[in-house]
């Protein structure tokens, strides 16, 4: 039985029968042994007076007083003389006697009479036999009072424990936006409590659970892609090392050997100078990715970042004033920026250095670094260079190792976005480089 309110019904209903059965078999039991006790003890306070009254009185007034007293008592009145009373079997089928007998004289008569009573059982009878015959009634008012005793039971107790069940399956599916009622100062109304209580701390659980599940994911995103360029790193090392080593060994070989050209030996030694210095230059930047990727440098401070960029542009002074460039600088004193101070000069290094690099003679630079009001923490640093444009093609990948858009342009290393890229993603800033009218912007903000 899987319905609460059938169960409650027959509990209700067996609890009735037990009740009634256990009141009518004491009431059947009990109750006619009491009754026949007291009926005795007053048929025999009563023969007594009636007695009293019969003594030395005529016989007539004395059967009046007989026919009264059975109307009242209900117990069974003989008048009977010496020999007849002698002749009366006076007891009962068990052998006991019950018989009350009181010897009269009476005025009007001569011999000596015996007043006989008898207490009767009729009632006894008729009280059992009445208790038997209400059975069936009972039955059927105890069949009613469990049909609404459990309607209103269930009611009162089934309608909050259903809520309460359909707010579990709720709850087991990671539905917490619901609320369980709970006025009620019974147990019902605490399981209620405790149920919202559950529900709350499963939801902030929970909660911080996904929270939880979602930083692992992006940090496993982010592992994953750091593998992926490192993998990416290390093949382009590999393959940026592999062509000036050779090219190197070649011209050692031709000068030992003494075969054509290479028989100017200061000059192809002063060339292999230049591209060992070149290597060098090539892996001091491959050993500054290895620190910056392993962690060995993401101490971050508070810098000045224009004292940076005022240094910077001192540097490319002969640039800037060979290729005839106009400078539009508007750097504020005393602007802080969070990060590693050497690093950060060398991606900003890179930035000014491509934006000066691919300005054509005659052209403009705008370096500019701003608050976006006064109140604000945060620093954009805007450089734009005109006229100037990079094919969109090549935007997206313009932060990867190795990544030329000028395949054509040999200089460098190939590294210079690449780690300019981490260096900003190590200081917490967002940076991007996009087209604008006439002109290639790169944005830093933190």
């Not at 001569?110 to 039955?139: D, G, H």
């Not at 460039?325 to 930035?351: M, Q, S, T």
Request: negative net charge.
């Amino acid at each position: 039985m899987k319905n609460l309110t059938i169960k409650t019904f027959i509990t209700f209903l067996l609890m009735s029968f037990l009740i009634m059965g256990a009141v009518y078999l004491m009431l059947y039991v009990f109750t006619p042994y009491s009754s026949v006790k007291r009926n005795t003890s007053y048929i025999e306070r009563e023969s007594k007076i009636l007695a009293d009254k019969c003594m030395n009185i005529s016989k007539a007034e004395a059967e009046g007083y007989i026919k009264n007293f059975e109307g009242g008592t209900g117990a069974h009145v003989r008048l009977l003389d010496s020999d007849t009373y002698l002749q009366e079997d006076r007891t009962d089928e068990d052998g006991s006697v019950n018989m009350l007998t009181y010897p009269l004289h009476f005025s009007d008569q001569p011999e000596e009479y015996m007043l006989c009573i008898t207490c009767s059982e009729e009632r006894t009878v008729f009280f059992r036999s009445s208790i038997i015959k209400s059975v069936p009634y009972v039955m059927l008012i105890a069949v009613v009072l469990s049909f609404v005793g459990s309607k209103i039971f269930s009611y009162y107790m089934k309608k909050p424990i259903v809520r309460m069940s359909r707010i579990a399956e709720r709850m087991a599916e990671q539905d917490f936006d619901w609320y369980c009622p709970d006025e009620r100062d019974d147990e019902i109304g605490r399981l209620a409590k405790s149920l919202n209580k559950l529900s709350d701390e499963l939801s902030s659980a929970l909660a911080k659970l996904n929270d939880k599940n979602l930083y692992l994911k992006n940090e496993i995103a982010l592992e994953k892609e750091r593998e992926r360029r490192r993998m990416l790193f290390f093949s382009g090392v590999s393959h940026e090392l592999k062509t000036p080593i050779s090219v190197v060994i070649g011209q050692i070989e031709g000068m030992r050997s003494g075969i054509g050209v290479y028989k100017d030996r200061d000059k192809y030694l002063a060339k292999c100078s230049n591209t060992l210095n070149e290597l060098v230059s090539f892996i001091n930047e491959i050993l500054l990715v290895s620190h910056i990727d392993m962690g060995d440098m993401d101490r971050l401070e508070t810098v000045k970042i224009d004292s940076i960029l005022d240094e910077e542009i001192a540097f490319y002074d002969g640039l800037i004033n060979e290729k005839n460039i106009e400078l539009e600088y508007d750097v504020p004193d005393n602007v802080d920026f969070r990060g590693n101070e050497k690093l950060l000069k060398k991606a900003l290094g890179n930035i000014l250095g491509n934006a000066f690099k691919y300005t054509p003679e005659g052209g403009r630079v705008l370096v500019e670094l701003k608050k976006p009001d006064q109140e604000s923490d945060r620093v954009i640093l805007r450089v734009v260079n005109s006229p100037a444009h990079i094919d969109e093609q090549h935007l997206p990948h313009l932060f990867e190792a190795f990544y030329r858009a000028d395949t054509t342009n040999k200089d460098g290393s190939g590294l210079g976005l690449y780690i300019t890229g981490m260096v900003m993603e190590m200081s917490g800033a967002e940076y991007e480089i996009k087209n604008i009218e006439n002109g290639v912007e790169f944005t830093v903000i933190q």
